[in-house]
């Protein structure tokens, strides 16, 4: 079984501060894939970031980093220079080995102040 | 990256009826699955569809409530089926391209009153 965890139901920050988003992860399987998704409040789904288990680096999307530390199973999303268009639920996924049907978080509301 | 459009885009419907949604791709994908998302909840996996075999539906979730097809590699239908307020949800439908990736179409909001 594989299992997503968010610990952060909201998190506020200032505009143009940096902010980090929780996400721990279990699964037995070596091979698996950690993705982030924002969710504004029209309710789409919009990709952000992709990091594979078998990545050297971390990923890296514009103003999106992915910190991952595959040892304390941690994939942590970090936004640079927030702006006031990043206010969404950000939700952590995760699929692992051949199955490529997603489990997701309880997602984080993140609203950024001006 | 796949570019998907889901239709309705919401819906007001009556307990007891049935709604279909659509999604179509703009390009041929082998897997395609259907998510709910209920009121301040995370989204949850329907059912995978598979072209030319039936959907794999999980836990907790019924054909005969949630009937889907995928008659071609770019299209599939949901059917909401005698609804009940309890499925006033946001429904999804998401593709497999690539390397893992899974990209969304926007979702139908339902209401049902």
């Known amino acids: 079984a594989q299992k997503i965890t968010q610990t952060q139901p909201g998190m506020f920050v200032q505009e143009k501060e940096a902010v980090t988003l929780d996400c721990t992860y279990d699964t037995s399987d070596p091979s698996y894939g950690l993705f982030w998704y924002k969710q504004p409040s029209s309710g789409e789904m919009i990709f952000l970031i992709y990091q594979g288990s078998y990545d050297q680096q971390n990923a890296t999307e514009g103003r999106y980093s992915l910190n991952f530390q595959k040892a304390r199973k941690s994939a942590n999303l970090v936004i640079s220079a927030s702006q006031l268009g990043d206010s969404a639920m950000y939700f952590c996924a995760l699929n692992s080995g051949s199955a490529r049907q997603l489990t997701f978080g309880s997602g984080t509301q993140l609203t950024v102040l001006p | 990256s796949a570019v998907i459009s889901q239709k309705p885009s919401r819906d007001i419907c009556q307990r007891g009826t049935s709604l279909t949604i659509q999604c179509q791709v703009d390009?041929?994908?082998?897997?395609m699955f259907w998510y709910r998302q209920q009121p301040g909840q995370s989204l949850t996996l329907i059912a995978t569809?598979?072209?030319?075999?039936?959907?794999?539906?999980e836990s907790g979730f019924v054909i005969d409530k949630f009937p889907i097809s995928r008659p071609n590699l770019t299209f599939s239908t949901l059917t909401v089926s005698n609804m009940s307020p309890e499925d006033s949800s946001i429904y999804l439908c998401?593709?497999?391209?690539?390397?893992?990736?899974?990209?969304f179409g926007d979702g139908t909001r339902l209401s049902i009153l």
């Open positions: 390009s041929q994908v082998t897997m």
């Open positions: 569809a598979n072209q030319g075999s039936e959907a794999t539906y």
């Open positions: 998401s593709v497999g391209t690539g390397q893992q990736l899974q990209h």
